[in-house]
C-alpha cells in the first residue's frame, strides 16, 4: 500500500525555468509534509517542509505548496540550476503514534540543463 | 552544529554474518530512527528510538534489532545477513521525535552481503 506516491520517475527542466515536483497521498493522518534531496550513495538533504494547517510555505528558491482537499503536494523550485539535479523525495509523517516515523515516495529524478 | 554521524560509511559482509552500525544524533536531539534504502523498496522506515526505548518499529524481521543509549547515539544490528540485506541504511534524528519535528538524515552506511 503505498501511502505517498510521486507518480512522475523523472522530471527534465531547463536552467532558469520552473521546476514542479508533485506528490499525493492517501492517509487523512498524514499532517506534516517535508522534501529532501538527494544524491546517490549520501543521505537526504532536508529542503522544506509544510503542516496540514497551512497551504503554502516558502523558503527562498523553494515553495511547497499544499492542497488538503486533493491530498496532494507540489514542490516549486524558481529559478532552476543546474545544482538542483538530484533525486527529489516527498515524504509525511502523521499525527497520533507514528514517532519519527517518515514515509516516503518513490523519488523524481530532476535534471536541470544549462 | 554537527550533523547526524554514521559509522562506518562503506561496509562488506558475508551471509551469515552479524553487522553493527552507529549513528551519533544531532546535539539535542533525543529521537533517532533507521532506514534502508534499496533500488526495489526505495526508503523503509525500520524503527525509532527515544529516550533508550524503541517506539515504533517497521515492517522488518526481528534479525534488525537496534539500541539507543543515555547519550541518545544509537545502534542497529542485523544478524544472519542476507544477499537482500545489501542496501543504503540511513540513520535520521530529531528534537522529539513527533510529527512537525524536521527529521535530519546522516550519509549513510553502505552495506554489501556478499
Known amino acids: 500500500d503505498q501511502q505517498v506516491k510521486q507518480n512522475s520517475p523523472s522530471l527534465s527542466v531547463q536552467e532558469g525555468r520552473i521546476s514542479i515536483l508533485n506528490c499525493d497521498y492517501t492517509?487523512?493522518?498524514?499532517?506534516?509534509f517535508l522534501w529532501y534531496k538527494k544524491y546517490p550513495a549520501e543521505g537526504p538533504t532536508f529542503l522544506i517542509s509544510?503542516?496540514?494547517?497551512?497551504d503554502k510555505n516558502e523558503d527562498g528558491r523553494f515553495t511547497v505548496f499544499l492542497n488538503k482537499s486533493a491530498k496532494h503536494l507540489s514542490l516549486h523550485i524558481v529559478p532552476s540550476q543546474p545544482g538542483d539535479s538530484a533525486v527529489y523525495f516527498c515524504?509525511?509523517?502523521?499525527?497520533?503514534?507514528?514517532?519519527?516515523?517518515?514515509?516516503f515516495g518513490q523519488g523524481t529524478i530532476l535534471t536541470v540543463h544549462p | 552544529k554537527a550533523g547526524v554521524t554514521q559509522t562506518p560509511r562503506y561496509l562488506i559482509k558475508t551471509r551469515g554474518q552479524q553487522v553493527t552500525l552507529s549513528c551519533s544524533p544531532i546535539?539535542?536531539?533525543?529521537?533517532v530512527s533507521w532506514y534502508q534504502q534499496t533500488p526495489g523498496q526505495g526508503l523503509q522506515f525500520l524503527f525509532e528510538y527515544f529516550s533508550e526505548t524503541q517506539r515504533n518499529k517497521g515492517n522488518f524481521p526481528g534479525r534488525f534489532s537496534g539500541r539507543q543509549f543515555s547519550n541518545s547515539r544509537s545502534e542497529m544490528n542485523v544478524s544472519t545477513l542476507e544477499l537482500g540485506d545489501s542496501a543504503l541504511y540511513l540513520c535520521a534524528s530529531s528534537l522529539q521525535g513527533v510529527s512537525g519535528n524536521t527529521i535530519y538524515f546522516g550519509e549513510g552506511s553502505w552495506l554489501t552481503v556478499v
Open positions: 509544510i503542516s496540514s494547517i497551512k
Open positions: 492517509n487523512s493522518m498524514f499532517d506534516y
Open positions: 515524504a509525511a509523517s502523521a499525527r497520533g503514534t507514528s514517532y519519527g516515523k517518515l514515509t
Open positions: 546535539s539535542g536531539h533525543r529521537s
